[in-house]
């Protein structure tokens, strides 16, 4: 299953297939972006970052792909699990008004079907 | 420890109490961050303290007072909130705020009632 970010906010995808989530980032300037899962009831968690000399990183199942012609970033799932439901928020680093901060995307909401 | 600690996990108060929100961890991170999350939507960033004293504040209200008494602790005062200030908030920590590669490890949250 794919999502495309700020349009589908929600992507549902059966247990065992592998899942896309995009993300359009808007600051060429943007060196640095993370890919955070946020359970209900809980804080964000680290899943996988990429810096912006590179096009893919590859984790544990997950893997980040940057474009920067385009400003996009997308997560691939790999073999997705029930545990793996939950909101999806990319986070781009770059150089706001007030100084170097993060700045989140939308989210997209993943459930996992069994 | 690879933790950021938040007390309390819930809380609710009036418009007219003055409640505080506290933040911890012992990572020897020098930048500790506040947020506000409202359901649905990203975290909004409010204050970042680095290296003790504060460096941004994106134009919170008043009634929202950080406080960073040492490296390892980081609050938010609160006094006179508005309903509309319930909300999750998420205290963050990272090695350096200016660094660029440096990834923010986030508390589990206060859900915070305004009645």
């Known amino acids: 299953g794919e999502s495309v970010g700020l349009h589908l906010p929600t992507l549902s995808v059966q247990e065992g297939d592998n899942s896309i989530i995009n993300c359009a980032y808007s600051n060429s300037a943007s060196d640095y972006f993370i890919w955070y899962k946020q359970e209900s009831g809980k804080g964000p968690q680290f899943i996988i970052d990429i810096r912006s000399n590179m096009d893919k990183r590859q984790g544990q199942r997950v893997t980040v792909l940057l474009n920067k012609t385009v400003k996009h970033l997308s997560l691939q799932i790999a073999a997705t699990q029930p545990g793996d439901s939950a909101v999806y928020f990319c986070?781009?680093?770059?150089?706001?008004?007030?100084?170097?901060?993060?700045?989140f995307g939308t989210g997209t909401s993943l459930t996992v079907i069994p | 420890d690879t933790e950021v600690t938040q007390t309390p996990k819930h809380l609710v108060m009036g418009m007219t109490n003055k409640k505080s929100l506290k933040c911890e961890q012992h990572m020897g991170h020098r930048a500790m961050y506040w947020y506000k999350q409202k359901a649905k939507k990203p975290p909004e960033l409010m204050f970042v303290?680095?290296?003790?004293?504060?460096?941004i504040n994106e134009s919170v209200p008043s009634r929202f007072s950080p406080e960073c008494p040492n490296s390892s602790l980081l609050n938010l005062h609160l006094h006179a909130l508005q309903p509309e200030d319930s909300a999750l908030y998420l205290c963050?920590?990272?090695?350096?705020?200016?660094?660029?590669?440096?990834?923010?490890?986030f508390g589990p949250g206060t859900r915070l009632t305004v009645l």
């Open positions: 963050a920590s990272s090695q350096e705020a200016s660094y660029s590669y440096n990834e923010q490890f």
């Open positions: 986070a781009e680093k770059a150089q706001g008004l007030n100084g170097n901060q993060f700045y």
């Open positions: 303290y680095s290296y003790e004293k504060l460096s």
